[in-house]
C-alpha cells in the first residue's frame, strides 16, 4: 500500500467531441473538459469532431457550466501545419481558452508567447523526474506516461514536492494521468501501423485502429494459415481505475483524464458520473468495495472494450479477446421529441418504435446532452397505455428538460 498523504481537490477532466457530449461532460460532474478542432488532434478522424467555428460556442458552454476549456493539439506537426497551430492558437487566446494541450515545442513556445497556460500531452512520454522537472519549465502540468505504476508515479510525486517543482503560472506543477479509456499498445499510444498500412498517421490524429481487428498468420512455404484465436494481440482492454481509485489519487495524480472525444453522449455521461461519485467517496472517506460495484456496473454498460488495470499495479494487461464494445447494453433509437412541457417536465415523443412501461431510456441532443431515465406512465391522446407503438404520439415524464427533435433511444441488452 502507499501511505497516505493530504489529497489535494482532484480535478477531473472529460472528453468533448461533439456537442451533445460536452454537455453531457458538464451536467455530470466533470471539473474541465478536453476536445480538438477538426485538424491536429488526436481524433482528428473521430466521427464527433468540432471545427473552428464552434470555438465560442464551446466556450460559453464551459463558462455558463463553471468548467475549464483546454484545446488538444498534440498530433506530430510538419513545417506545413505550423501557419494553421499559430493560427489555432492565436483564436484559442481570443476566447481565453483556459489551457493548450501539446506536445511539439513549436506549438509549446507560441502558446506561451500567447499567454496560454500549457499542458504537456502523454505523446512525450514523460516518465522520470529529470524529464518532469525539464518541461515544468514550459507547462503547468503534465500527463504522464501510461506505463508508469502506482509506486513509480508516487516516488515522482515526492520528488515533485520536495524540489517544489512549479510551472510558468507559478502554481505547484500538477500530475495528470488517465484514468479511465482507451489504451494503446504503442508507447503512450504512440504508433507506426496505421501509417504502415494505410499511409493514415496516428501520431496525426488519422489512426484507422487497424490493431483492433484480428489477423491470420500465414506460413509462406505451405500456405498454411493460422488464426491467433482468443486473443487480438494488439489490442488491450480499456483502463478502468475505478476499483483502486484511492491508490491513485493516494499516489500523487491531481488529474484524472477520461479517454472517449470519439465516444458516445451516454459513455461520457455515465464514466463521468461515475468517476465523479467515486472521486466524491475517497474525498468524504466513504469509498468501498461495495460502492465501487454499483459504480463499475454501469461503466460495464457502456462502451468498453473489456476493463482492466492498465499498467498501474505492475501486473500483466488484459486483452479485448474479440472485436468491438463488450458493453452491457445497447441503445436503439425510438423516436424522437416532438415537444416539452416545462412546467410539467413531459417530453411528447413520436415513436418510431415500441414503447412500455418500465423501459430505460436515454435522450441525447446538441443542447441537452444526455437524460436518462425509466418510463413512468405512458399517456396518448385518449388517456394512459402500458405500451406504444411505432408512429404513436405519446407522452412521459422526464428528470429534466429536453428539446424539440432530442433523439429517443431505449437501453436494451447488448446482443451477445
Known sequence: MIAEISLPETELLAPAGCFPSLQAGIASGADAVY???????????ARRSFGLEDLPEIM????????KACLTLNTLLYDHDLKLVYKLLEVAAEN???????????????????????????????SNFESFKFYTQF???IVLARELTLKMIRKLYEQVVAADLRGPSGRPAEIEAFAHGALCV????????????DNASANRGACVQNCRKEYDV???????????????????????????????????????????????????HTVISSYRKAIDAVHAGTYSAEFVAVLLDDLKSVYNRGLSEGYYLGRDQGWSASYGSKASKQKV????????????????????????????FVIIGETTGVVEGEVGEIHLEDGKVESVKPKDVFSIRVPKKVRKNDKVYLMVPAAS
Do not use: W
Open 139 to 141: 507547462c503547468d502540468r
Open 186 to 197: 504503442a508507447v503512450s499510444g504512440r504508433c507506426g501501423m496505421s501509417l504502415h498500412t
Open 333 to 360: 433509437q425510438i423516436g424522437r421529441v416532438s415537444h416539452f412541457y416545462n412546467k410539467l417536465n413531459v417530453a411528447e415523443i413520436t415513436s418510431s418504435g415500441k414503447v412500455a412501461v418500465g423501459d430505460e
Open 35 to 45: 476536445f480538438g478542432l477538426a485538424q491536429l488532434n488526436m481524433r482528428a478522424r
Open 60 to 67: 460559453n458552454r464551459c463558462r455558463v457550466g463553471g468548467v
Open 96 to 126: 481565453k481558452v483556459d489551457a493548450v494541450i501539446a506536445s511539439d515545442m513549436a506549438c509549446i513556445m507560441r502558446a506561451r508567447e500567447l499567454g496560454l497556460e500549457v499542458h504537456l500531452s502523454t505523446q512525450l512520454s514523460v
Open 218 to 268: 500465414v506460413d509462406k512455404e505451405t500456405g498454411k494459415k493460422l488464426t491467433i484465436d482468443n486473443n487480438f494481440v494488439m489490442s488491450p482492454n480499456d483502463i478502468s481505475t475505478i476499483e483502486f481509485l484511492d491508490q491513485l489519487l493516494q499516489s500523487g495524480i491531481k488529474v484524472l483524464k477520461i479517454e472517449g472525444r470519439g465516444r458516445s453522449p451516454e459513455y461520457v
